[in-house]
């Protein structure tokens, strides 16, 4: 009884962690927001709290405030499924993170190419 009691609270504990509302909202945390609330995430680092409203800088250099249900902890690692902007032309092809350190990011291409590019150049669904 007592053990099901445990894995019960870490159970509740691991869901509580798992919730968006849980997530650190700092200055200087880095997050992923929906510019203008649109249908991709992009990597960001918050700037500004101001109640539930967060000031975040984009890694690309675009910059807005937007509500904090707008906004979701930074879950991009190697392996994680993302689209990027090839080679900075405007044209955005599927692939998959292979490499990663701050802002710089290998991207493996669906289609087989490879690039070494930055996280602003990239974006999630």
């Known amino acids: 009884m007592i053990f099901r009691s445990i894995l019960l609270v870490a159970a509740s504990a691991a869901a509580v962690v798992a919730s968006s509302d849980a997530f650190a909202q700092s ?3 880095w997050v992923l927001g929906r510019w203008k609330g649109g249908a991709y995430w992009y990597p960001a680092v918050i700037q500004r709290v101001d109640g539930d409203q967060l000031t975040l800088q984009y890694d690309d250099g675009d910059r807005e405030t937007t509500a904090l249900a707008k ?19 405007g044209d955005w ?3 998959t993170i292979s490499s990663l350190g701050g802002e710089a990011i290998g991207i493996a291409y669906d289609d087989g190419d490879k690039e070494r590019t930055k996280t602003g150049r990239c974006r999630s669904r």
């Open 27 to 29: 200055k200087g945390d």
């Open 71 to 89: 906004v979701r902890p930074y879950d991009w690692a190697i392996g994680k499924k993302v689209e990027c902007n090839f080679q900075g032309k």
């Open 93 to 95: 092809y599927p692939g």
